[in-house]
């Protein structure tokens, strides 16, 4: 059982270039989100989605795009890469049905570095 | 939106029971109390939940207070694979699904 795969671990960008970080799970679940890491702030939630064709934005969703067309993907674009995206990315999942009471799973995470 | 404070950091020592404190003052009736923790250079994973009664599972047990305004997450015996940054949040009713992270209690455990 793969849970969420985040795909790369690594990655390093120009300023300006773009990519698309992968998330994808293998739970059904229809909640799906993604979050980033800098050192001493936390987790971050950048935006979100419950099921397929349904995104919506987190707390800093600039510079970022996202689009969910399966249950199974929620991948996440930066259009023009910024040293201020150098950050740790984190994929979550879980499912919609009794949200409250069911567990956040997380991918291990894509170190993004922009110079 | 309700929102959790944890302590920056704590300390213990292997083999003797941690208690991790969240304060959630502002909670309503139906949110889930959720703990997570994160080891080094991993993603945070899935520690326990509840709502009013206590919990207990195979990694920890969760005491919520009467008013629910507060709770603890108990480790009973920390091993040095427990150092981690632990975070307690809260999953809301309705169609609030903006779940947010704090900076957690990051707890060192001393061998």
């Known amino acids: 059982n793969a849970g969420v795969t985040q795909t790369p671990k690594f990655q390093v960008l120009k300023t300006g270039q773009s990519m698309t970080l992968q998330c994808a799970q293998d739970?059904?679940?229809?909640?799906m989100s993604w979050y980033r890491q800098d050192p001493g702030m936390g987790l971050r939630l950048i935006h979100y989605?419950?099921?397929?064709?349904?995104?919506d934005q987190g707390e800093v969703p600039n510079g970022y795009n996202v689009s969910r067309s399966t249950t199974e993907d929620f991948p996440l674009r930066l259009l023009s890469a910024a040293p201020s995206q150098t950050s740790v990315y984190f994929c979550?999942?879980?499912?919609?049905?009794?949200?409250?009471?069911?567990?956040?799973?997380f991918g291990n995470g894509t170190r993004l570095t922009v110079t | 939106d309700a929102k959790t404070t944890q302590p920056n950091s704590m300390e213990s020592n292997e083999e003797e029971p941690v208690h991790l404190p969240c304060n959630h003052s502002t909670i309503s009736g139906t949110d889930y109390i959720h703990w997570y923790r994160q080891l080094p250079s991993q993603g945070p994973e899935y520690v326990i939940h509840?709502?009013?009664s206590n919990v207990n599972n195979r990694m920890a047990s969760l005491a919520i207070a009467e008013d629910r305004k507060s709770s603890t997450l108990i480790l009973h015996r920390a091993t040095l694979r427990d150092a981690a940054v632990y975070y307690c949040i809260l999953r809301y009713s309705g169609s609030n699904y903006k779940l947010t992270f704090g900076k957690g209690t990051l707890l060192t455990v001393n061998p």
């Open positions: 739970m059904n679940h229809e909640y």
């Open positions: 509840g709502l009013t």
């Open positions: 979550a999942s879980s499912a919609l049905q009794g949200a409250r009471n069911s567990p956040l799973h």
């Open positions: 989605s419950v099921g397929a064709g349904i995104t």
